[in-house]
């Protein structure tokens, strides 16, 4: 009796040249975004957050949150893997800042956005890192 694998065949995993996807463009970069590279300019919705990819604008159910330089960095950066949790040394190196700046920096921002009455907010997961994470209005 002969079986022939349904996963796993050479042509699943090494798709044909032409649908490969393209690389994404640096930082900076002036290339014109094509494929999969263009649906990285999509907004991000989350828990009622909302990320404008394009001009890194950041609204909270349709309306425009304003936090300072630092903090407005760590959102975005959580919200560029919202669902995910973030290591520490991985959400410093994408903020620029050592992991201890990176805590004042996560502290200050659940404050902004606490004082602004946004639920969402960045959730520490003991041991491994930060996520954002819908939490209960207090009233």
């Given at each position: 009796?002969?079986?022939?694998?349904?996963?796993?065949?050479?042509?699943?995993?090494?798709?044909?040249?032409?649908?490969?996807?393209?690389?994404?463009?640096?930082?900076?970069s002036s290339a014109p975004m094509t494929g999969a590279a263009q649906h990285t300019r999509q907004p991000v919705h989350f828990a009622g957050l909302t990320l404008h990819a394009g001009t890194g604008r950041i609204e909270?159910?349709?309306?425009?949150?304003?936090?300072?330089?630092?903090?407005?960095?760590?959102?975005?950066?959580?919200?560029?893997?919202?669902?995910?949790?973030?290591?520490?040394?991985?959400?410093?190196a994408a903020c620029g800042a050592s992991t201890d700046v990176i805590e004042k920096r996560v502290r200050a921002l659940?404050?902004?956005?606490?004082?602004?009455?946004?639920?969402?907010q960045p959730c520490r997961v003991e041991g491994i890192g930060y996520t954002l994470w819908r939490m209960p209005i207090r009233r």
């Open positions: 009796m002969d079986v022939t694998p349904t996963l796993g065949t050479p042509d699943l995993f090494n798709p044909a040249p032409d649908t490969a996807i393209p690389d994404l463009p640096r930082s900076g909270w159910r349709g309306r425009p949150v304003k936090l300072p330089r630092e903090e407005h960095r760590v959102l975005v950066t959580l919200l560029q893997h919202a669902g995910q949790i973030l290591d520490f040394s991985r959400l410093a659940k404050v902004s956005l606490r004082d602004e009455g946004i639920t969402c």
